[in-house]
Protein backbone atom coordinates (compact mmCIF):
# COMPACT_ATOMS: atom_id res chain seq x y z
CA UNK A 1 0.00 0.00 0.00
CA UNK A 2 1.77 3.63 -0.95
CA UNK A 3 1.47 6.25 1.89
CA UNK A 4 -1.31 8.28 0.01
CA UNK A 5 -3.40 4.93 0.01
CA UNK A 6 -2.57 4.63 3.69
CA UNK A 7 -3.31 8.12 4.78
CA UNK A 8 -6.29 8.00 2.97
CA UNK A 9 -7.14 4.93 5.23
CA UNK A 10 -6.22 6.46 8.62
CA UNK A 11 -8.31 9.61 7.36
CA UNK A 12 -11.45 7.16 6.90
CA UNK A 13 -11.57 5.91 10.40
CA UNK A 14 -11.53 9.06 12.86
CA UNK A 15 -14.94 8.92 12.78
CA UNK A 16 -15.06 9.00 16.94
CA UNK A 17 -15.36 4.96 17.96
CA UNK A 18 -18.47 4.17 20.32
CA UNK A 19 -20.71 1.34 21.37
CA UNK A 20 -23.10 2.56 19.33
CA UNK A 21 -20.79 3.40 15.62
CA UNK A 22 -19.47 -0.24 16.16
CA UNK A 23 -23.24 -1.59 15.95
CA UNK A 24 -24.10 0.74 12.94
CA UNK A 25 -21.01 -0.72 11.21
CA UNK A 26 -22.08 -3.89 11.18
CA UNK A 27 -25.65 -3.19 10.04
CA UNK A 28 -23.41 -1.32 7.27
CA UNK A 29 -21.03 -4.45 7.05
CA UNK A 30 -18.37 -2.11 7.72
CA UNK A 31 -15.77 -4.67 8.94
CA UNK A 32 -14.34 -3.36 12.36
CA UNK A 33 -10.59 -3.71 13.00
CA UNK A 34 -8.90 -4.63 17.02
CA UNK A 35 -5.46 -4.96 18.07
CA UNK A 36 -4.16 -5.37 21.69
CA UNK A 37 -2.08 -1.89 23.15
CA UNK A 38 0.16 -2.46 26.49
CA UNK A 39 1.68 0.77 26.87
CA UNK A 40 2.24 4.24 25.74
CA UNK A 41 4.19 3.42 22.28
CA UNK A 42 1.86 0.61 21.02
CA UNK A 43 -0.75 2.69 21.38
CA UNK A 44 0.36 5.44 19.72
CA UNK A 45 1.03 3.64 16.86
CA UNK A 46 -2.24 1.77 17.20
CA UNK A 47 -4.66 4.31 17.81
CA UNK A 48 -4.34 5.91 14.11
CA UNK A 49 -5.39 2.64 12.16
CA UNK A 50 -7.86 0.75 14.20
CA UNK A 51 -11.44 0.96 15.64
CA UNK A 52 -10.69 -0.94 18.93
CA UNK A 53 -7.76 -1.05 20.87
CA UNK A 54 -7.53 -3.82 23.80
CA UNK A 55 -5.74 -3.60 26.57
CA UNK A 56 -5.50 -7.33 26.69
CA UNK A 57 -4.73 -9.79 29.51
CA UNK A 58 -2.33 -11.33 26.74
CA UNK A 59 -0.01 -8.66 28.12
CA UNK A 60 0.52 -11.76 30.98
CA UNK A 61 2.53 -13.95 28.07
CA UNK A 62 3.04 -10.98 25.21
CA UNK A 63 5.22 -8.86 27.76
CA UNK A 64 5.09 -10.21 31.25
CA UNK A 65 6.63 -13.40 30.58
CA UNK A 66 3.79 -15.74 32.06
CA UNK A 67 2.75 -19.34 29.68
CA UNK A 68 -0.21 -18.22 29.32
CA UNK A 69 -3.07 -15.42 31.02
CA UNK A 70 -4.70 -16.64 34.87
CA UNK A 71 -1.63 -15.05 36.90
CA UNK A 72 -2.58 -11.32 35.69
CA UNK A 73 -3.56 -9.34 38.36
CA UNK A 74 -5.92 -6.30 38.78
CA UNK A 75 -3.39 -4.32 39.45
CA UNK A 76 -1.24 -5.19 36.88
CA UNK A 77 -4.02 -4.39 34.09
CA UNK A 78 -4.78 -0.85 35.96
CA UNK A 79 -0.90 -0.59 35.24
CA UNK A 80 -0.93 -0.88 31.60
CA UNK A 81 -4.40 0.69 31.09
CA UNK A 82 -3.43 3.94 32.73
CA UNK A 83 -0.06 3.63 30.47
CA UNK A 84 -2.37 3.09 27.49
CA UNK A 85 -5.71 5.85 28.22
CA UNK A 86 -2.74 8.50 29.08
CA UNK A 87 -2.60 8.75 25.33
CA UNK A 88 -6.14 9.63 25.40
CA UNK A 89 -6.64 7.01 22.28
CA UNK A 90 -9.86 8.12 19.84
CA UNK A 91 -10.45 4.73 19.10
CA UNK A 92 -12.67 2.39 21.29
CA UNK A 93 -10.75 1.80 24.51
CA UNK A 94 -11.90 -1.71 26.18
CA UNK A 95 -9.61 -2.83 29.20
CA UNK A 96 -9.78 -6.88 29.89
CA UNK A 97 -11.46 -8.29 33.22
CA UNK A 98 -8.63 -10.90 34.18
CA UNK A 99 -9.15 -14.26 35.98
CA UNK A 100 -11.10 -13.72 39.15
CA UNK A 101 -11.98 -10.41 38.81
CA UNK A 102 -15.61 -11.58 37.75
CA UNK A 103 -16.47 -14.45 39.20
CA UNK A 104 -17.02 -13.89 43.17
CA UNK A 105 -19.94 -11.71 43.24
CA UNK A 106 -21.98 -8.88 41.39
CA UNK A 107 -20.24 -5.92 43.69
CA UNK A 108 -16.70 -6.96 43.35
CA UNK A 109 -17.49 -7.40 39.64
CA UNK A 110 -19.04 -3.90 39.56
CA UNK A 111 -16.04 -2.28 41.59
CA UNK A 112 -13.18 -4.02 39.54
CA UNK A 113 -15.03 -2.78 36.04
CA UNK A 114 -15.68 0.13 37.50
CA UNK A 115 -12.37 1.52 38.44
CA UNK A 116 -11.09 0.51 34.36
CA UNK A 117 -13.44 2.89 33.31
CA UNK A 118 -12.34 5.53 36.02
CA UNK A 119 -8.93 4.79 34.43
CA UNK A 120 -10.11 5.64 30.99
CA UNK A 121 -11.37 2.85 29.90
CA UNK A 122 -14.44 2.94 27.48
CA UNK A 123 -15.72 -0.87 28.18
CA UNK A 124 -14.38 -4.11 29.60
CA UNK A 125 -14.13 -7.34 28.16
CA UNK A 126 -14.72 -10.70 29.69
CA UNK A 127 -14.79 -14.04 29.14
CA UNK A 128 -17.55 -17.00 29.10
CA UNK A 129 -21.08 -17.46 28.27
CA UNK A 130 -24.28 -18.26 29.79
CA UNK A 131 -22.30 -18.60 32.98
CA UNK A 132 -21.26 -14.72 33.34
CA UNK A 133 -24.89 -13.70 32.73
CA UNK A 134 -25.47 -12.68 36.18
CA UNK A 135 -22.19 -10.47 36.19
CA UNK A 136 -22.82 -9.16 32.91
CA UNK A 137 -26.49 -7.89 34.03
CA UNK A 138 -25.09 -6.35 36.83
CA UNK A 139 -22.03 -4.22 35.08
CA UNK A 140 -24.72 -2.68 32.40
CA UNK A 141 -26.79 -2.37 35.26
CA UNK A 142 -24.34 0.42 36.00
CA UNK A 143 -23.86 2.00 32.36
CA UNK A 144 -20.55 -0.08 31.99
CA UNK A 145 -20.67 -1.36 28.43
CA UNK A 146 -19.72 -5.17 28.28
CA UNK A 147 -17.85 -6.97 25.80
CA UNK A 148 -18.28 -10.79 25.91
CA UNK A 149 -15.71 -13.44 24.60
CA UNK A 150 -16.29 -17.27 23.42
CA UNK A 151 -14.78 -20.14 21.79
CA UNK A 152 -11.07 -20.60 22.87
CA UNK A 153 -11.03 -18.46 25.88
CA UNK A 154 -7.43 -18.65 27.35
CA UNK A 155 -8.55 -18.18 31.41
CA UNK A 156 -10.10 -21.77 30.60
CA UNK A 157 -6.89 -23.07 29.11
CA UNK A 158 -6.34 -25.94 31.84
CA UNK A 159 -9.93 -26.84 31.37
CA UNK A 160 -10.02 -27.45 28.18
CA UNK A 161 -7.03 -29.30 27.83
CA UNK A 162 -4.50 -26.53 26.33
CA UNK A 163 -5.03 -23.91 23.62
CA UNK A 164 -7.73 -26.18 21.45
CA UNK A 165 -9.98 -25.26 18.66
CA UNK A 166 -13.52 -25.11 20.18
CA UNK A 167 -16.79 -26.46 19.04
CA UNK A 168 -16.17 -28.86 16.92
CA UNK A 169 -19.06 -31.05 18.38
CA UNK A 170 -22.19 -30.65 17.85
CA UNK A 171 -23.03 -29.88 22.03
CA UNK A 172 -20.16 -27.47 21.57
CA UNK A 173 -21.31 -25.32 18.75
CA UNK A 174 -24.58 -25.62 19.45
CA UNK A 175 -24.00 -24.05 23.31
CA UNK A 176 -21.44 -21.60 22.00
CA UNK A 177 -24.64 -20.04 19.57
CA UNK A 178 -26.57 -20.22 22.59
CA UNK A 179 -24.01 -18.20 24.33
CA UNK A 180 -23.60 -15.68 22.02
CA UNK A 181 -27.44 -14.99 22.06
CA UNK A 182 -27.40 -15.09 26.06
CA UNK A 183 -24.06 -12.17 25.89
CA UNK A 184 -26.44 -10.10 23.48
CA UNK A 185 -29.90 -10.46 25.55
CA UNK A 186 -28.08 -9.21 28.38
CA UNK A 187 -26.94 -6.34 26.89
CA UNK A 188 -23.18 -6.73 25.34
CA UNK A 189 -22.04 -4.36 22.88
CA UNK A 190 -20.25 -6.88 20.73
CA UNK A 191 -18.55 -10.51 21.19
CA UNK A 192 -15.03 -11.73 20.78
CA UNK A 193 -15.13 -14.97 18.86
CA UNK A 194 -11.71 -16.87 19.50
CA UNK A 195 -10.30 -19.97 18.24
CA UNK A 196 -13.81 -21.80 16.80
CA UNK A 197 -14.89 -23.20 12.88
CA UNK A 198 -15.37 -20.47 10.44
CA UNK A 199 -18.98 -21.77 9.85
CA UNK A 200 -19.69 -21.76 13.47
CA UNK A 201 -18.91 -17.99 13.64
CA UNK A 202 -20.52 -17.15 10.29
CA UNK A 203 -23.53 -18.44 11.79
CA UNK A 204 -22.90 -16.47 15.66
CA UNK A 205 -22.57 -13.43 13.22
CA UNK A 206 -25.74 -13.95 10.87
CA UNK A 207 -28.20 -14.59 13.67
CA UNK A 208 -26.66 -11.82 16.41
CA UNK A 209 -27.19 -8.30 15.74
CA UNK A 210 -24.33 -7.31 18.05
CA UNK A 211 -20.49 -7.11 16.11
CA UNK A 212 -18.81 -10.36 16.18
CA UNK A 213 -15.05 -10.01 16.33
CA UNK A 214 -13.04 -12.71 15.65
CA UNK A 215 -9.44 -14.54 16.12
CA UNK A 216 -9.28 -18.08 14.61
CA UNK A 217 -13.06 -17.75 13.53
CA UNK A 218 -12.79 -17.53 10.05
CA UNK A 219 -13.46 -14.00 7.56
CA UNK A 220 -17.30 -13.64 8.01
CA UNK A 221 -17.59 -12.13 11.89
CA UNK A 222 -18.22 -8.27 11.27
CA UNK A 223 -14.69 -7.69 12.46
CA UNK A 224 -10.99 -9.25 13.09
CA UNK A 225 -8.42 -8.72 16.30
CA UNK A 226 -4.92 -9.81 16.79
CA UNK A 227 -2.55 -8.92 19.41
CA UNK A 228 -0.18 -6.08 18.13
CA UNK A 229 3.50 -7.83 19.04
CA UNK A 230 2.05 -10.83 16.65
CA UNK A 231 1.25 -8.73 13.42
CA UNK A 232 4.32 -7.07 14.33
CA UNK A 233 6.18 -9.89 13.90
CA UNK A 234 7.63 -9.11 17.87
CA UNK A 235 6.87 -12.76 19.74
CA UNK A 236 9.12 -15.49 19.41
CA UNK A 237 8.24 -18.91 19.48
CA UNK A 238 4.73 -20.61 18.13
CA UNK A 239 2.87 -18.74 16.54
CA UNK A 240 -1.35 -20.11 16.01
CA UNK A 241 -2.59 -21.12 12.60
CA UNK A 242 -4.29 -18.05 13.04
CA UNK A 243 -1.82 -15.23 13.15
CA UNK A 244 -1.00 -13.40 9.62
CA UNK A 245 2.71 -11.58 10.36
CA UNK A 246 3.28 -8.42 8.15
CA UNK A 247 7.11 -7.46 9.31
CA UNK A 248 9.54 -9.23 11.28
CA UNK A 249 9.36 -6.91 13.85
CA UNK A 250 11.79 -8.64 15.88
CA UNK A 251 14.88 -9.12 13.43
CA UNK A 252 13.78 -5.41 12.48
CA UNK A 253 14.09 -3.89 15.61
CA UNK A 254 17.62 -6.25 17.08
CA UNK A 255 19.30 -4.82 13.26
CA UNK A 256 18.91 -1.75 14.38
CA UNK A 257 20.02 -2.20 18.24
CA UNK A 258 22.72 -3.93 16.47
CA UNK A 259 23.82 -0.86 14.70
CA UNK A 260 23.90 0.97 17.21
CA UNK A 261 26.15 -0.94 18.92
CA UNK A 262 28.74 -1.44 16.25
CA UNK A 263 29.00 2.50 16.18
CA UNK A 264 29.56 2.62 20.14
CA UNK A 265 32.05 0.38 19.98
CA UNK A 266 33.77 2.00 17.09
CA UNK A 267 33.93 5.43 18.29
CA UNK A 268 31.29 6.62 15.79
CA UNK A 269 28.33 7.14 18.19
CA UNK A 270 28.30 9.81 19.75
CA UNK A 271 29.92 11.87 16.69
CA UNK A 272 29.44 15.73 16.90
CA UNK A 273 25.60 16.40 16.32
CA UNK A 274 24.79 13.50 18.56
CA UNK A 275 26.67 16.37 21.60
CA UNK A 276 25.89 19.18 23.56
CA UNK A 277 29.05 22.35 23.72
CA UNK A 278 29.86 24.52 26.11
CA UNK A 279 30.14 28.10 25.58
CA UNK A 280 33.35 28.83 22.95
CA UNK A 281 34.51 31.74 26.22
CA UNK A 282 34.47 28.44 28.35
CA UNK A 283 36.04 25.87 26.69
CA UNK A 284 39.53 27.01 27.07
CA UNK A 285 39.47 27.44 30.89
CA UNK A 286 37.73 23.96 31.56
CA UNK A 287 40.39 21.90 29.05
CA UNK A 288 42.95 23.35 31.34
CA UNK A 289 41.36 22.77 34.79
CA UNK A 290 43.05 20.48 36.84
CA UNK A 291 41.80 18.83 39.97
CA UNK A 292 43.39 20.51 43.49
CA UNK A 293 45.57 18.29 45.36
CA UNK A 294 43.72 16.57 48.03
CA UNK A 295 44.82 17.60 51.98
O1 LIG B 1 -6.09 -10.67 25.78
C1 LIG B 1 -6.21 -10.61 24.54
O2 LIG B 1 -5.30 -10.21 23.80
C2 LIG B 1 -7.48 -11.04 23.96
C3 LIG B 1 -7.60 -11.05 22.47
C4 LIG B 1 -6.75 -12.07 21.88
C5 LIG B 1 -8.99 -11.14 22.02
O3 LIG B 1 -8.37 -11.37 24.69
Redesign the pocket.
Known amino acids: MSECQLNHSVDQLREEVTTSVLQRWKREGRLIT?T?AYDAVSARIADPIVDVI?V????GN?CLGFDN?PPVSLAMMNHHLEAVARTRPQALLVA?MPFLTFHLSPEDTIRNAGGFLQRGADAV?L?GGAKRVEMVRALVGCEIPVMG?LGLT?QSVSLMGGFKVQGRNADDALRLLDDAHHLQDTGCLAV?L?GIPAELAARATETLTIPT?G?GAGPKCSGQ???FHDVLGLTEGHRAKFVRTYTDGFQLLQEALERWAVDVRSGAFPASQDSYRLPEELRDAVANWLPSRSI
Do not use: Q, R
Not at 56 to 59: A, E, I, L, N, Q
Open positions: MTLGDSVVTDKEHPVEIIVLV
